[in-house]
């Protein structure tokens, strides 16, 4: 434990180490976070009227991009079934980043939605024992649930491999590999769950629609990998851990696949809602 | 990663990994920590605008309302009418009306004899406190009358931001929407926190010291019955009605969601909802459902009555209807 907690210290030294373009990176992002808290204290205060929001359009960015970096943090499971499934040794050079990207993406859903709340202060309400937790009746409480629950998956799977890497030793299999397995099941999960959230209601033509969770899952499939390529470009030049052309073409070919499913099934979409004029589509003719 | 990979070029020990910490690049740290948190205090400055009881700890704590007990329930009453009497300047008489036995409110609307006047819309404002910048602003209001096309049910192809000089307008009818308190209800449905909830006499009531402000209801709902506190509710105190109930219409918070009550600190005594009392036309039925002498039960069962948006299954307490 006091070993483990010394890695962590150690990984906290090294956060703070780097040459001068690591700085200015840092620092850069450093000052988006800063503006991000004061716009939010400014919103804690003055209330969601901030946004711009209203009660006609009472959902807006903070819900679209939690959505969005919950397909991102699926997405990671493209990395891991090559690696784990098919046993591509290639892949598991670099398996470890997709795991990465999904903690820091899961963070950043959770402090979306956080961010999204009108009533921050009263966050104790959706968790037991403190709060009344409407499970399983709302999917939202499911989401709450997959997604914590893929956060701590991946940190313990993340964090695991790389400290049996600091102590160069090999990681025990059945101490990582069942999280692994498990890991691929709940990235679809989380993303089928945060598409009923939508589906789920009837109430909206739009989003009561079974292709719902096939589209967030083909369409994340295709932009994961696609961030998860430029991320490795990036690493390949700026520094000195190497990363071969196998691990891109994989996952090239994973987008490739992903996207041709993507977009069969944005045709058939459009053919339901063009091909006869109803009135559900009527603002898009 | 069941080995350890080859491609690490140069195997460094820990020593060098971590540059040793000397007196420079310790200053070179704690300029930067002592900026950032600099940066971050500064960036958090605008907290410091919250008004004094706007975050107590008795909030914080407080339990869900149907956990109260009776003598917690008392305290917070109390607390929230001293709240009242200090930001507003009004002393409430706030009370938590419970449902009646043997009583199941139920509201239908004669869509033959509305006019599209939005005088229930208003009344529904000067009843239940909502925010306004002028009297005349019924965004918050609980109800939408909606400007239909003749030979149009849809309620997409309506406006409710008609202004027209008079009313009725040629080729147009008007269907008043708000709360159906729904028999199977979506909203309450996919509360995360099980803020918002059925009462016994069928009136979904939301808690305002409970609600986290996720807006899911808002998005769950077919009839746009609900309405977000965006900002801390603005009223004048000459506007502020004091006849309160708990889980209607006490002054809200801000972000909190609200809607109709079917004015249950009105109804719950015996009175009429404040849209019906005020209907010029007289085309609003309010009742008990479990009564077969009501009036409502004589709308239902003798005129041609229908619900909105029957398909999505919400089974509405709310019906409209035509005379003729």
Known sequence: MRAYLTFIWRIWLLSWTGNRRYYAWMGLLTVVAVIGANAWAHQFVEGLQTTGLTNQVSWGAYIANFTFLVGVAAAAVMLVIPAYIYKKEHMHEVVLFGELMAIAV?????????????????????????????????????DVIVLNGYLLLNLHIAGYLLYCRYHQRKPTKRFYIPFVFLSIFWAVSIHTVTAFLYVGLAGRPFWHHPLVPARFLASAFVAGPGL????????????????????????????????LINMFLLGSELFTEFYYPTQHAASAH | MNEIPANQQSPRTLEQVYRPLNRRTFLKGGAATVAGMAGLVAALKPLLALEKGDLTLDDLLQKHYRELKPDELQRILKSLADKCEQERGVRPNLRDLKPLDGVEFGYALNLTRCVGCRRCAHACLKENNQSRDRWDDIEMSYIRVLEMNKGAINVETSNHYYAPETVPQKDKYYLPVQCHQCRQSPCTKVCPVQATWQEKDGVVVVDYNWCIGCRYCMAACPYDARRFNYKKPTIEKAAINPNQGYLSNRLRPKGVVEKCTFCLHRTREGKYPACLEVCPTGARVFGNLLDPDSEINYILNNKRVYVLKEEVGTLPRFYYFFDK
């Not at chain 1, 009263?122 to 939202?140: A, D, K, Q, W, Y």
């Open chain 1, 106 to 142: 899961i963070v950043m859903c959770l402090l979306f939605v956080t961010v999204d709340l009108g009533r921050p202060d009263r966050f104790l309400h959706m968790i037991p024992p403190f709060g009344v937790f409407n499970f399983p009746g709302s999917i939202l409480s499911w």
């Open chain 1, 228 to 259: 998860m390529i430029l991320a490795f470009q990036i690493i390949r030049k700026a520094m000195r851990f190497h990363i071969g052309d196998a691990p891109i073409v994989t996952l090239r070919m994973i987008m490739t696949v992903a996207m």
